[in-house]
């Protein structure tokens, strides 16, 4: 399908800052199934494959609680390769008595939880692209009840949960904005991605390759809401991948078209959406 990976631009890494480094990774290695890839004293590199980090933890200096009613991250969304994974990942969120909500949203079947800063994770399977419908240029979904009695059907009695399978993938994010024309203008003519969905005048999905969504964004905390404090927990950015050097500056010269601010960190190209929301660029 190709959807997450090349010549597709996708979202490969989030990247967190969190109140309690050792509360969070406690969560994210026993709730969600990640192991560690490295380690410092204030960071870890989580990896569910032992190669790839797809998502990072930091603890920063004066971190604050995460407040409400702010842009930033809504979610991301962890892909698993099949829907038995996601059958035996309810079992074990049974099992350890974690808050689950649910969608089927036609193309996908997805679980809702929350990590102790209160950041919302989405943990999915994708149905087969084929019977995705589209119309129009735009991609059919929305939030049903999910039949747990047959995802159930998917899983092997009396066999031990094993973590995240190894093929787990930052599979899309979801973000809140303060508003949606300027942020269109930059998803679009910025980052060079399509609109798949209008949901209502309140939310917009975007992809590449026709996926049902790499990146969504929606007005749910209100539009003009204000962004979150610097050192707030939460999302610091996310990591888009694209094809090349070449496709990287091509995009760099479209987003400096719209008057989107480019800067450098550590060796990132970054940059910001109209509601503060960092992203990398990288290839």
């Known amino acids: 399908m190709g959807f997450h990976q ?41 990896t569910a494959d032992g190669k790839t980090s797809i998502l990072s933890l930091e603890q920063p200096k004066g971190v604050k609680p995460k407040k409400p009613r702010t842009t930033g991250m809504y979610h991301f969304a962890l892909l698993l390769p099949t829907k038995k994974d996601l059958a ?25 939880i929350k990590d102790p800063d209160g950041n919302d994770i989405e943990i999915y399977v994708d149905r087969d692209p084929n019977v995705w419908k589209w119309s129009n240029g735009e991609v059919a979904m929305t939030t049903d009840p999910v039949n747990f009695q047959e995802l ?39 980052l060079g991605f399509e609109v798949v969905n209008r949901f209502g005048g309140q939310a917009l999905f975007l992809s590449t390759a026709k996926y049902h969504h790499h990146i969504a964004v929606n007005t749910w905390n209100g539009v003009g809401a204000p962004r979150p404090e610097e050192n707030s927990a939460g999302m610091d950015y996310y990591r888009l991948i694209y094809n090349d050097e070449a496709a990287v500056k091509a995009t760099i010269a479209n987003l400096e078209k719209i008057g989107a601010t480019i800067t450098q960190e550590n060796d990132r190209i970054m940059t910001s959406d109209p509601a503060g929301n960092r992203i990398q660029l990288s290839y």
Do not use: C
Request: negative net charge; glycine residues 6%; proline residues 3%.
């Open 152 to 190: 159930l059907t998917h899983q092997v009695p009396g066999e031990l949960w094993q973590g995240l399978p190894k093929d787990t993938i930052m599979g899309h994010i979801h973000l809140y904005v303060a508003e949606l024309d300027k942020t269109e203008q930059f998803y679009v003519e910025g």
């Open 88 to 112: 035996d990942f309810v079992m074990h969120l049974a099992k350890n008595d974690v808050q689950v909500a649910a969608g089927d949203h036609l193309v996908s079947e997805a679980l809702y």
């Open 6 to 46: 090349k010549p597709s631009t996708f979202v490969s890494h989030v990247r967190l800052k969190v109140e309690n480094l050792e509360r969070s990774l406690a969560y994210y290695q026993e709730i969600i199934g990640f192991d560690i890839l490295e380690r410092t004293s204030m960071t870890v590199e989580l």
